[in-house]
């Protein structure tokens, strides 16, 4: 599943693009995929321009002119590729679909707009959805009123990090990280940087850190994010980034996949245990328990 960073990558390069078009028609091939009724969709997604692209957590928002918002969450295999005379993007899941002849057997649900292009949901597995929502009630749909707040806004400042953390002070460090009513988008691969940025072991109970411990790991969070971002996101098996490329990010990684490869910090061999129940990356010096 894409993280934070994969997702606002993919949302920079659709907010070049989409903004302005109007949906002159849709098609879906699957209900599970595209679950919004026939009159919603000729009511307030065709003849709707876009006005915006969002993104909240792990889930994409396309802003239309009708007052309603299309949220998209791409889950494990989910693709959104964009056709026009002379542009072709593509992000998401590295399959054919990508590069190939639109449509194919993987795609859910197709937006053709009045200037000819088309906007693709390709979705191998069928776990994504693209869903119709009046813009309005976004803050009140079950996924929205769970979620933690964005480790990217200015108001995240590491007292927010503090006592949202302290709320699970009986949990492991890692597993509340993960937890995403806790805070938005941060999954495996940046809990692991970022504990190792601030030298805090996974499974330390969060009761037990301190406002320095705290203030560290803000920091590393946030640098983590904003490097893997940068670098185009970092999942290289399941997600490219915004321009059809693989992300970069896991060439600087320090920790992750990195088991057995001295730490960059003290030379210390990288190891892989488990925290929380996931793969975990970490070095046993400069991390103590």
Request: charged residues 25%; contains cysteine; hydrophobic residues 35%.
């Amino acid at each position: 599943m894409p993280e934070l960073p994969e997702v606002e990558t993919i949302r920079r390069g659709l907010s070049t693009l989409l903004p302005g078009r109007t949906v002159e028609r849709t098609e879906s091939t699957t209900p599970k995929s595209f679950p919004n009724s026939d009159a919603d969709v000729r009511a307030f997604l065709v003849g709707a321009k876009i006005t915006s692209v969002r993104r909240r957590a792990k889930v994409l928002m396309i802003d239309l002119s009708s007052s309603y918002t299309l949220v998209i969450h791409l889950k494990m295999t989910g693709q959104l590729v964009f056709r026009s005379k002379g542009v072709r993007f593509g992000a998401g899941h590295p399959s054919d679909s990508l590069i190939g002849e639109l449509p194919d057997k993987s795609t859910r649900a197709t937006l053709e707009f009045t200037d000819g292009s088309h906007l693709f949901f390709n979705d191998q597995r069928k776990f994504g959805w693209v869903r119709l929502v009046p813009t309005s009630e976004l803050p009140n749909i079950d996924f929205m009123r769970r979620v933690g707040p964005e480790p990217l806004e200015a108001d995240f400042i590491w007292q927010l990090l503090r006592d949202r953390l302290q709320r699970r002070g009986n949990t492991t460090i890692k597993a509340a990280l993960l937890d995403q009513s806790v805070i938005a988008g941060v999954g495996n691969i940046y809990a692991d940087e970022s504990l190792w940025g601030a030298k805090l072991h996974p499974a330390r109970l969060v009761k037990t850190l301190t406002d320095s411990d705290f203030r560290r790991l803000h920091d590393a969070l946030v640098d983590v994010l904003r490097l893997s971002i940068d670098k185009g996101g970092s999942t290289d098996k399941n997600y490219v980034n915004a321009e059809g490329k693989k992300g970069s990010y896991l060439s600087f990684a320090s920790v992750f996949r990195r088991e057995g490869q001295p730490c960059p910090r003290c030379g210390t061999a990288i190891i892989k245990t488990r925290v929380a129940g996931r793969g975990t990356h970490l070095c046993s010096h400069c991390q103590r328990t």
